[in-house]
């Protein structure tokens, strides 16, 4: 089997291969820019580099986010364009879920925080089988304290970076490692396509949608003039 891996929800863009199980090739962009620009001749590029035709792929796996509105909604629209022209089964993948995956080898608690707006959060806890301890969510700074009390956890992403010295001054027993951790790389997108695709966890592209967990800002807008009219 196939996979190839896309996630476009963060300022990083990636994009990876897996085939039986072996990944091929990643490509991975962490400059926040035109990912609407830059995702294809990514895609291509691994394609070419593996050796590897669009009609080989057996499924498309995407991060759905939560994460940039624009960026899910990107990754998510061509991965379902791919699957509709070849006809072929997507997985759906929480990119809070592949941000743990940097750090699958940590037999703890894995806490992925993307930040979200003002204090809050998204926020996903994995066990180091790669369990869903926390669904997805939105948080406070506050409410992510208080959950991680007395808990020997590992923090991600670029949340975890943002409020360090808090989590480092109420959470003792957290860590918040350096490095390339905190980006959601294409390897982990293929590799955990794949794991979920020979799982069973496929599915008709009709019901891949985005994960956006709270409303857009131009939604807040609107309901905020509609409430002041």
């Keep these: 089997m196939i996979?190839?891996?896309?996630?476009?929800?963060?300022?990083?863009?990636?994009?990876?291969?897996?085939?039986?199980?072996?990944?091929?090739?990643?490509?991975?962009?962490n400059n926040g820019k035109n990912h609407s620009v830059k995702v294809l001749p990514m895609i291509e590029a691994v394609l070419l580099q593996a050796g590897v035709s669009f009609s080989d792929i057996d499924v498309y796996a995407c991060g759905v986010g939560p994460?940039?509105?624009?960026?899910?909604?990107?990754?998510?629209?061509?991965?379902?364009?791919?699957?509709?022209?070849?006809e072929k089964p997507v997985v759906s993948m929480s990119s809070?879920?592949?941000?743990?995956?940097?750090?699958?080898?940590?037999?703890?608690?894995?806490?992925?925080?993307?930040?979200a707006r003002a204090d809050e959060l998204f926020c996903g806890a994995y066990d180091g089988a790669g369990n869903e301890?926390?669904?997805?969510?939105?948080?406070?700074?506050?409410e992510v304290i208080s959950f991680l009390q007395g808990k020997e956890c590992v923090l991600l992403g670029d949340g975890a970076l943002k409020y360090r010295q808090e989590?480092?001054?109420?959470?003792?027993?957290a860590t918040v490692p350096e490095g390339k951790v905190h980006i959601i790389n294409?390897?982990?997108?293929?590799?955990?396509?794949?794991?979920?695709a020979m799982a069973g966890e496929t599915m008709p592209l009709e019901q891949m949608e985005p994960a956006y967990l709270r409303v857009s800002q131009a939604e807040r807008e609107y309901a905020e003039k509609q409430k002041n009219k």
Excluded: H
């Design 3 to 29: 996979v190839l891996g896309i996630d476009t929800s963060s300022d990083a863009a990636a994009v990876g291969l897996v085939a039986d199980g072996v990944l091929l090739c990643e490509y991975t962009v």
């Design 67 to 86: 994460g940039s509105f624009t960026g899910v909604r990107i990754g998510v629209a061509t991965a379902k364009g791919f699957a509709q022209s070849w």
């Design 96 to 115: 809070l879920r592949l941000l743990a995956e940097n750090v699958c080898g940590y037999e703890g608690l894995r806490v992925s925080l993307i930040y």
């Design 133 to 142: 301890v926390l669904k997805p969510c939105v948080m406070t700074l506050e």
């Design 167 to 173: 989590f480092a001054e109420k959470l003792p027993e």
């Design 186 to 196: 294409g390897g982990a997108t293929a590799e955990l396509g794949y794991r979920l």
